[in-house]
C-alpha cells in the first residue's frame, strides 16, 4: 500500500502542476497579448490536442495493455513493441504536420477571425511532437516506472509551457511564443523516446504486431477524437459564433472546473498497469471491486472540490482576471461544468473495465452517444444563451454517457453507493455556507484562509460521519496490493 500511495502522489504532483500552470500563467498571458489573442491561443492548443489524437492513433493504450505483461529481462519483445510504434509514430505524426500546414488558412478564417495564419502554421510541428510524446510515454507506466513517467510528464507539461510565457514577455507576440513552445516541445518529446529506447534492444518493427494494435488502438483513438469533441466542439462553436474573446472567457471558466478531471489521472493509470495481468489471470471479481472503490473515492475528493469552487469562484476569476471579466449566469455555469466534468471523470473508470475485457469498439459507440447531443445542444442554444448553451451541453451530453455505460457495465454499484454520493454533495455544500457565513474573503491572503478552513471543515465531516467507510477504502487498498502482488508474482 505504501508504495501505491508514493506512486499516487508522484502522478498526481505532475498532473496538478500541469492543470494549474495554465491558470497562475493566465493574468501573464492575458497582460502580454491580451483576451483576442489569448482565445487564439486556446484554440491553436484545442486544434493541436484533437488532432493529435488521429496522428497517434492512441497506440500507447495498446502498448500499457499488451507490453504491461512482459519482464525486465525481455529486452527484445519490448524492443519489438516499442520500434514499431515509434515508427508508426514518426509515419503519421509527420503526416498530421503536412495536413495541418494544408488546412491552416482555412481554420483561420472560420474560427480565428481571418488571423493568426503564420502562428497557426508554425504550430503544425507540435503536431509531430505531440504524437511522438503521446505514444512514447506510455512506455513507462507499461513498465511501471511511475517515477521516471511523473518526472517526465512534469517536464513536457511545464517546460514548454514556460518557454511560450518567456516568448510572450520577451516579444509580446503569440507567434514567438508557440516558435520557443514548439522548439522545446521537440525537444523534450525526442529525450522521452530516447530513453525508453535505452531500455530495450533495438529490434525490427512487426507488420504483425502493428495490426494487433490497431485492431486494439482504432477503437480508442476513434474514441479520443470523439472523447475530444466532447470536450472541445463548444469552443469552436463559441469562436465562431461569438468571438475569441469569448473563447477565451469560457475557457478560463472551464479551466478552473477541469481540475476535477486530474484526480482520475494517478487513479486509472496506476490501475491499467497492474490490472490487465490480474485480469488475465482470472482476478475479475477483485478488479472490478477495487475499480468501484476508486470511483468512491474520486467522488469524495471532487464533490469536495467543486463545493470550494463554488463558494470561492468570484474571488478567483476576479484574482486571474482583475476586473475584466462578468459572466452570465456565473454560478450556473461553474455547477453545471463541474458536475459534467466530474460526471467525465467518473466514466473513464468505466472505461477501464471496457479496456480490461478488450471490448474497446464499447467506448466508441458511448462517445457518440454522448458526441451527436452535444453538438446540436451547442448549435441550439449558443446562439441564444451564449456560453451558458456550451455549459448545459456538457452536463447533459456526459451525464447521458454514464447512463448509457452503465447500462452495459456492472461496477456493482448500490443504494449504498449513492448514499455516499448524496452525502458527499451535501458536505460540500457546507464550504458555501461557511464562506458565507462566517469568512468573506478579500484579498489573497483571506481567501486561501477561508478555503483551507471550508477544507477542514469538509475532511471533518468526513471523517466523523464516514468512519466505516474510511475503513473500507483502506482494505480496498490492501486488496489491491495483494492483486498487484499475485499478479507481478505468478508465472
Not at 115 to 129: D, T
Not at 237 to 253: C, D, K, T, V
Not at 441 to 457: E, H, I, K, R
Amino acid at each position: 500500500m505504501k508504495k501505491f500511495l508514493i506512486d499516487t502522489l508522484f502522478i498526481t504532483a505532475g498532473g496538478f502542476v500541469n492543470r494549474v500552470k495554465g491558470l497562475l500563467f493566465i493574468p501573464v498571458i492575458i497582460g502580454a497579448l491580451g483576451m483576442d489573442a489569448y482565445g487564439a491561443f486556446i484554440q491553436i492548443f484545442v486544434t493541436i490536442k484533437l488532432a493529435k489524437a488521429f496522428s497517434s492513433m492512441d497506440l500507447g493504450q495498446g502498448f500499457q495493455r499488451f507490453a504491461s505483461v512482459f519482464e525486465k529481462s525481455e529486452r527484445r519483445q519490448l524492443g519489438t513493441h516499442f520500434y514499431t510504434i515509434m515508427l508508426a509514430s514518426v509515419v503519421m505524426g509527420s503526416l498530421g504536420v503536412l495536413l495541418h500546414l494544408v488546412l491552416s488558412p482555412w481554420m483561420s478564417g472560420l474560427f480565428f477571425e481571418g488571423k493568426f495564419v503564420e502562428v497557426i502554421q508554425l504550430a503544425s510541428v507540435i503536431m509531430l511532437s505531440e504524437t511522438l510524446y503521446s505514444n512514447a510515454n506510455k512506455f513507462y507506466l507499461a513498465r511501471k516506472q511511475f517515477k521516471l513517467y511523473s518526472l517526465i510528464n512534469l517536464l513536457y507539461d511545464l517546460v514548454p509551457y514556460l518557454m511560450f510565457v518567456l516568448g510572450i514577455v520577451l516579444h509580446r507576440s503569440l507567434y514567438m511564443g508557440i516558435l520557443f513552445y514548439a522548439v522545446t516541445d521537440m525537444a523534450v518529446a525526442l529525450l522521452t523516446v530516447g530513453l525508453a529506447a535505452r531500455m530495450v534492444t533495438v529490434a525490427a518493427p512487426s507488420r504483425e504486431l502493428l495490426g494487433t494494435y490497431f485492431t486494439y488502438s482504432g477503437p480508442l483513438m476513434l474514441s479520443e477524437v470523439e472523447g475530444g469533441l466532447l470536450d472541445k466542439v463548444d469552443r469552436y462553436f463559441i469562436s465562431a459564433i461569438m468571438g475569441l474573446e469569448a473563447l477565451g472567457i469560457y475557457n478560463i471558466i472551464y479551466r478552473i472546473c477541469s481540475l476535477l478531471d486530474f484526480v482520475t489521472t494517478p487513479i486509472r493509470k496506476q490501475m491499467m498497469s497492474y490490472l490487465p495481468k490480474a485480469w488475465d489471470q482470472g482476478y475479475q471479481t477483485e478488479s472490478v471491486t477495487a475499480i468501484r472503490h476508486s470511483l468512491l473515492l474520486f467522488l469524495l475528493i471532487t464533490f469536495g472540490m467543486l463545493g470550494a469552487m463554488t463558494a470561492y469562484f468570484t474571488e478567483i476569476l476576479t484574482y486571474l482576471t482583475g476586473d475584466q471579466v462578468t459572466v452570465e449566469y456565473l454560478y450556473l455555469n461553474v455547477v453545471l461544468l463541474g458536475l459534467g466534468i466530474l460526471a467525465s471523470g467518473a466514466k473513464r473508470f468505466y472505461y477501464i473495465l471496457v479496456k480490461l475485457k478488450g471490448t474497446t469498439m464499447d467506448q466508441l459507440w458511448y462517445q457518440l452517444a454522448g458526441l451527436i447531443p452535444n453538438i446540436v445542444l451547442n448549435w441550439l442554444l449558443i446562439p441564444h444563451i451564449g456560453i451558458l448553451g456550451a455549459s448545459i451541453s456538457t452536463f447533459v451530453s456526459y451525464i447521458l454517457i454514464l447512463l448509457v455505460i452503465n447500462y452495459r457495465y456492472d461496477l456493482g454499484i448500490d443504494l449504498s453507493f449513492w448514499g455516499h454520493v448524496v452525502s458527499f454533495s451535501l458536505m460540500a455544500g457546507v464550504m458555501y455556507l461557511i464562506r458565507t457565513w462566517v469568512v468573506v474573503p478579500d484579498g489573497v491572503m483571506l481567501l486561501l484562509v477561508s478555503l483551507g478552513l471550508s477544507t477542514l471543515v469538509y475532511i471533518g465531516l468526513i471523517v466523523a460521519t464516514k468512519r466505516k467507510f474510511l475503513l473500507g477504502m483502506r482494505q480496498s487498498l490492501e486488496a489491491f496490493r495483494l492483486i498487484k502482488k499475485q499478479a507481478e508474482t505468478t508465472a
